[in-house]
C-alpha cells in the first residue's frame, strides 16, 4: 500500500477478512459487514473515490438487511459501478451475472446478462409480498 501525500492510497495485493464492517467503513447504511478472500488492485476507499479490479470469493456480505452467502466475483468497481463477472449460490438467490450495475447518483444504470436460478425476493427484502422467479435475461435499463 502506498499512501502519497494528498491523494488517495494506493494498493495491490491479497486480501481477506471476517465480519469486516464495511458499510461503516464506506459511510453507506445499506451495506453491513463482510467476509471475503481476494486479490485487489486499486486506489481509494471511500464510495467517491473507489476504483478497484477485484476477484474475490465472498463467503458473507450484508446488504438491505439480509445476508448473501457464496459469491464469486472477478471485475471492476468503481465508485458505485461494477463491471465484470458475479455468481452467487444462496439460499434464496441462485444466479450469474455478466455486464454493468452502476447505481452512482440518482439514476441508476443496469446493463448485464442474468441466470436466474432462483431469486426470492421478499426474502431478500426487495418486496413485502412473496415474489420469486427464475430465467435468462438480458437487462439494459435505467431506473430513476
Known amino acids: 500500500m502506498k499512501l502519497p501525500r494528498g491523494k488517495e492510497p494506493i494498493y495491490s495485493g491479497n486480501i481477506a477478512t471476517s465480519s469486516f464492517q464495511l458499510g461503516k467503513f464506506i459511510h453507506s447504511s445499506q ?3 463482510i467476509s471475503f478472500s481476494g486479490v485487489v488492485h486499486g486506489h481509494g476507499f471511500s464510495v467517491n473515490t473507489l476504483s478497484a479490479d477485484l476477484k474475490a470469493n465472498i463467503g458473507e456480505l450484508e446488504f438491505n438487511g439480509y445476508r448473501y452467502r457464496n459469491i464469486v466475483t472477478n471485475g471492476k468497481l468503481e465508485k458505485q459501478l461494477f463491471n465484470g463477472f458475479f455468481s452467487i449460490n444462496d439460499s434464496n438467490l441462485q444466479a450469474t451475472l455478466n455486464g454493468l450495475v452502476n447505481i452512482n447518483g440518482s439514476r441508476s444504470q443496469f446493463d448485464f446478462v442474468a441466470d436466474v436460478e432462483k ?16 430465467g435468462r435475461f438480458n437487462l439494459n435499463f435505467t431506473r430513476k
Request: hydrophobic share 40%; proline share 0%.
Open 31 to 33: 451495506v453491513g459487514l
Open 119 to 134: 431469486a426470492n425476493l421478499q426474502s431478500l427484502n426487495f418486496t413485502k409480498d412473496k415474489v420469486s422467479f427464475n
